[in-house]
C-alpha cells in the first residue's frame, strides 16, 4: 500500500490568510491530482499534474508537482469563504491499463471565516 | 468536464434488505470504475474496482459477498449492498476513469442510512 500523508487535516483561517496543503509519499507516481469536495457531494476535480516540477495555477490556486514525483502542495491565496470545503490529494499508479490505483491522502477540512 | 452519475442520491432501508447503487457514465465509456466509502470529514476509503466484463477486484478487508460489484457495460456498474446493517450506512461514491492521463471523474455520492 503506498501512503500519502496530507497535512494538516484540519485548517481554520480568516479571509484574507494565504494557506499551503501538504502532500508527501515516499513512492512515486505517475500523476497526482488534487480534488475538492463539498459535504454531501462526490469530490471534483481542480487539477491533475504529471510532470516533476511542474506548476499549475487555478486562479488563487497555485499547485506543484514534486520533482521526484513523490510530493506536492496547494497553495491558496487570499483565501476566501467560498474556499471552504475538503481537500483530497490523490496519486495515481499503473499507467492508463486496468491496474490503475488512485491512493487518497486523508484530506484537509478547511474552514475560512469571513 | 466528463459526467459521471450516481442514483440513488440518498437511500434509507430496513436493516437486513439489500440496496443497489448504480453509477453511469453519462458521456463516455469507462471500462474502469471505483467504489469508495466515506465517512464524515474523513477521506475516501477505496472498497474495489470494477472492470468491465470481469469481476470487480476488491480491497483487503472488503467483504466481497457483502458488497457486490457489477460492471455489465462500459457505461455502467452497481454496487449492491446484501443485508445491510446499520454499520453499513455510509456516504458511498464511484468513480470512472476517462482517458490516458489517469484522471478519475466522481459520483455525486450515494447516503445510504439503514435503520
Known amino acids: 500500500t503506498q501512503l500519502l500523508e496530507q497535512s494538516p487535516q484540519f485548517l481554520s483561517i480568516q479571509e484574507g490568510e494565504n494557506l499551503t496543503v501538504y502532500c508527501n509519499s515516499s513512492s512515486v507516481f505517475s500523476s497526482l491530482q488534487w480534488y475538492r469536495q463539498e459535504p454531501g457531494e462526490g469530490p471534483v476535480l481542480l487539477v491533475t499534474v504529471v510532470t516533476g516540477g511542474e506548476v499549475k495555477k487555478l486562479k488563487r490556486l497555485t499547485f506543484q508537482f514534486g520533482d521526484a514525483r513523490k510530493d506536492s502542495s496547494l497553495h491558496i491565496t487570499a483565501a476566501q469563504p467560498g474556499d471552504t470545503g475538503l481537500y483530497l490529494c490523490a496519486g495515481g499508479r499503473g499507467g492508463g491499463g486496468s491496474n490503475y490505483k488512485l491512493t487518497f491522502g486523508k484530506g484537509t477540512l478547511l474552514t475560512v471565516n469571513p | 468536464g466528463a459526467v459521471v452519475s450516481q442514483h440513488p442520491s440518498r437511500v434509507i432501508c430496513k436493516s437486513g434488505t439489500s440496496v443497489k447503487i448504480e453509477c453511469r457514465s453519462l458521456?463516455?465509456?469507462?471500462?474502469?470504475m471505483f467504489w469508495y466509502r466515506q465517512f464524515p470529514k474523513q477521506s475516501l476509503m477505496l472498497m474495489a474496482t470494477s472492470n468491465e466484463g470481469s469481476k470487480a477486484t476488491y480491497e483487503q478487508g472488503v467483504e466481497k459477498d457483502k458488497f457486490l460489484i457489477n460492471h455489465a457495460s462500459l457505461t455502467l456498474s452497481t454496487l449492491t449492498v446484501t443485508s445491510a446493517h446499520p454499520e453499513d450506512s455510509s456516504f458511498y461514491i464511484c468513480?470512472?476513469?476517462?482517458?490516458?492521463?489517469?484522471?478519475?471523474?466522481f459520483g455525486e455520492g450515494s447516503r445510504l442510512t439503514v435503520l
Open positions: 458521456d463516455f465509456q469507462a471500462t474502469t
Open positions: 468513480s470512472a476513469k476517462a482517458g490516458n492521463t489517469g484522471e478519475l471523474f
